[in-house]
């Protein structure tokens, strides 16, 4: 379920933020019973800053629809409306348009199409590090498809937080520790300029990655 609301207070907590919001003209309240009766107690939030698509954004999803096209063999204007639609069915959410949709509906269907690249293994004409227009949701696709965050080949994990010399990595949970994924090439790099050097460099960060 996909619904619009307002918010309309919201208070800091010792857990977290506290939000009171409304969904205009809409009583949900036996449906929301249904769901929490089911034990479906969790919602995902998606904030909507009022934004228009900028130009860059535009650039970014072109050129990657273009990508994908050429791939598939369909031209780029077709292209576009398949990977909107698609965008649509997986997400639930309304039509839209790339000339004046909100910059967050641009960010997350920018995610979707580099997503939607990286399962399918298209190449891309430039790096997903210059496409993307959400760095911590691309460094997660680049762990979850084992692709390079800096040149988009086949990439393995790097541990920004090492585990330590010695530790049999294989026993060792590393479920909280920041990673990255990188290719050969970038993950000796990385070891070889030392983290900081190499993230001021490129521009990226470790993130704590879960399939989630």
Not at 78 to 90: F, R
Not at 168 to 194: F, Q
């Amino acid at each position: 379920m996909n619904e619009y609301a307002e918010i309309i207070g919201y208070k800091e907590l010792e857990q977290g933020t506290k939000l009171a919001v409304i969904i205009p003209e809409k009583a949900l309240g036996e449906y929301l019973k249904r769901f929490a009766t089911n034990g479906i107690v969790k919602a995902e939030l998606r904030l909507d800053d009022g934004r228009t698509i900028t130009a860059e954004q535009r650039k970014k999803a072109y050129a990657t629809i273009k990508d994908i096209a050429f791939y598939t063999g369909y031209l780029p204007e077709e292209m576009k409306e398949i990977m909107k639609y698609n965008y649509i069915i997986e997400t639930g959410e309304d039509y839209f348009s790339l000339s004046n949709c909100s910059m967050s509906t641009a960010r997350l269907y920018i995610n979707f199409l580099i997503e939607f690249a990286f399962k399918w293994d298209i190449p891309l004409l430039d790096h997903g590090l210059n496409r993307t227009d959400d760095i911590g949701k691309y460094l997660w696709q680049c762990l979850k498809f084992k692709k390079c965050a800096i040149c988009g080949k086949d990439g393995e994990c790097h541990h920004v937080d090492a585990i330590g010399m010695g530790r049999d990595r294989t026993k060792v949970d590393d479920s909280n520790h920041e990673k990255i994924s990188l290719c050969r090439i970038h993950h000796s790099e990385a070891h070889t300029i030392g983290w900081d050097t190499f993230a001021d460099k490129y521009h990226v960060y470790g993130i704590v990655f879960t399939e989630e």
